[in-house]
């Protein structure tokens, strides 16, 4: 029986080093395994290089956040300058999300440490801009 499409529901262009090469990624639509077991498919084209791989969670959600994370571990592995439209260089536009594997409190440690951090960043921004305006 011939294995059916994926059903792409997000595609996303990239492009990689200074002669900026096209690169596609594309995520796949998460499917029911079994009560507990749902995957969802990630594309990455590079030229001809075409890779597939599978990403499985309990849930449609938790595949889906693990596909994403796997999509930006996969680009930046290489350390390649890979770069979205709508970042800086090397910028991929696919976060970092938080383990819940180490526990709740864990997570919130991280959580709260982050939010301090991006608190900090957003203030020191808007000092810049302030004292960069011309009186």
Same mark, same amino acid.
Do not use: C, N
């Given at each position: 029986?011939?294995?059916?499409?994926?059903?792409?529901?997000?595609?996303?262009?990239?492009?990689?080093?200074?002669?900026?090469?096209r690169?596609?990624?594309?995520?796949?639509?998460?499917?029911?395994?079994?009560?507990?077991?749902?995957?969802?498919?990630v594309e990455?084209?590079?030229?001809?290089?075409?890779? /597939?791989?599978f990403?499985?969670?309990?849930?449609?959600?938790?595949? +889906?956040?693990?596909?994403?994370?796997?999509?930006?571990?996969?680009?930046?592995?290489?350390?390649?300058?890979?770069t979205?439209?709508?970042?800086?260089?090397?910028? /991929?536009?696919?976060?970092m999300?938080f383990?819940?594997?180490?526990?709740?409190q864990?997570?919130?440690?991280?959580?709260?440490?982050?939010?301090?951090?991006?608190?900090?960043? +957003?203030? /020191?921004g808007?000092?810049?801009?302030?004292? /960069?305006?011309?009186?």
């Amino acid at each position: 029986m011939p294995k059916a499409s994926p059903q792409w529901i997000a595609e996303r262009i990239l492009l990689e080093g200074s002669q900026r090469k096209r690169v596609t990624v594309r995520l796949g639509q998460p499917e029911k395994i079994s009560d507990l077991e749902w995957r969802s498919v990630v594309e990455i084209v590079r030229g001809k290089r075409r890779e /597939t791989e599978f990403v499985y969670g309990i849930d449609a959600f938790q595949s +889906l956040t693990i596909a994403i994370e796997f999509i930006g571990y996969e680009l930046d592995k290489g350390g390649r300058q890979i770069t979205w439209e709508g970042g800086g260089p090397g910028d /991929t536009g696919f976060p970092m999300y938080f383990p819940d594997v180490f526990g709740r409190q864990f997570s919130l440690k991280l959580r709260r440490i982050i939010g301090v951090e991006k608190q900090r960043f +957003l203030l /020191t921004g808007r000092r810049r801009k302030k004292s /960069t305006k011309k009186p």
